[in-house]
């Protein structure tokens, strides 16, 4: 099972909005409503920020969205903060593999 | 609020058996229909899924890496393990546990290094 493709950075100045893409197949991102999104800063653990597709954890800003179109999903923060700066990774349901779950590559994301 | 911690050697020779334990706590590991998991991030790199196993005891594992490792869980300690046995340099990562949901991990330990040397 190969990973999910994220692009390996993404910047921005604070309050802009950036995208991350995230971008499977259909046995994993486009056939499946289980896409996730974490956050993760240098030496912590990642945080989840979104779950099933677009979905907010209780605590986490609404300045980060999340949505899917085909077999790409998308996490977008608004009105980017200092404190986004992390790396982000994407992970969805498969069914190419009896694991069941894929991580994306990884996302860097830099506030200019 | 549900909290897991992972406990283990830090350094472990080369063609030994890793091993790990996570300790669940704020929560029984039998409620719920959570799959509890190992995860596993080389310096530098991205995350790798290892496997998972539900409260029943069904396991899986991720195919790269199913012929080495096993989990099992403990339901009257609260905790679950981990066990990836010939073990290389290529192992030499930090290892978190998790819980799982509808895909999604919305619990995760510290994390703990676990560094593949002689």
């Known amino acids: 099972q190969s990973a999910l493709t994220q692009p390996a950075s993404v910047s921005g100045s604070p309050g802009q909005s950036i995208t991350i893409s995230c971008t499977g197949t259909?046995?994993?991102?486009?056939?499946?409503?289980?896409v996730s999104w974490y956050q993760q800063h240098p030496g912590k653990a990642p945080k989840l920020m979104i779950y099933e597709v677009s979905n907010r954890p209780s605590g986490v800003p609404d300045r980060f969205s999340g949505s899917k179109s085909g077999n790409t999903a998308s996490l977008t923060i608004s009105g980017l903060q200092a404190e986004d700066e992390a790396d982000y990774y994407c992970?969805?349901?498969?069914?190419?593999?009896?694991?069941?779950?894929?991580f994306g590559t990884g996302t860097k994301v830099t506030v200019l | 609020q549900v909290q897991l911690q992972e406990s283990g050697p830090g350094l472990v020779k080369p063609s030994q058996t890793l091993s790990l334990t996570c300790t669940v706590s704020g929560g029984s590991i039998s409620s719920g229909s959570y799959y509890w998991s190992w995860i596993r991030q080389p310096a530098g790199k991205g995350l790798e899924w290892i496997g998972r196993i539900y409260t029943s005891g069904s396991t899986n594992y991720n195919p790269s890496l199913k012929s080495r490792v096993t989990i099992s869980v403990d339901t009257s300690k609260n905790q679950f393990s981990l066990k990836l046995s010939s073990v290389t340099a290529a192992d030499t990562a930090v290892y978190y546990c998790?819980?799982?949901?509808?895909?999604?991990?919305?619990?995760w330990g510290q994390g703990t290094l676990v560094t593949v040397s002689s």
């Open positions: 992970s969805s349901y498969t069914s190419s593999s009896t694991l069941s779950y894929v």
């Open positions: 998790a819980r799982v949901i509808s895909a999604a991990v919305d619990y």
């Open positions: 259909s046995s994993d991102v486009g056939g499946y409503n289980y």
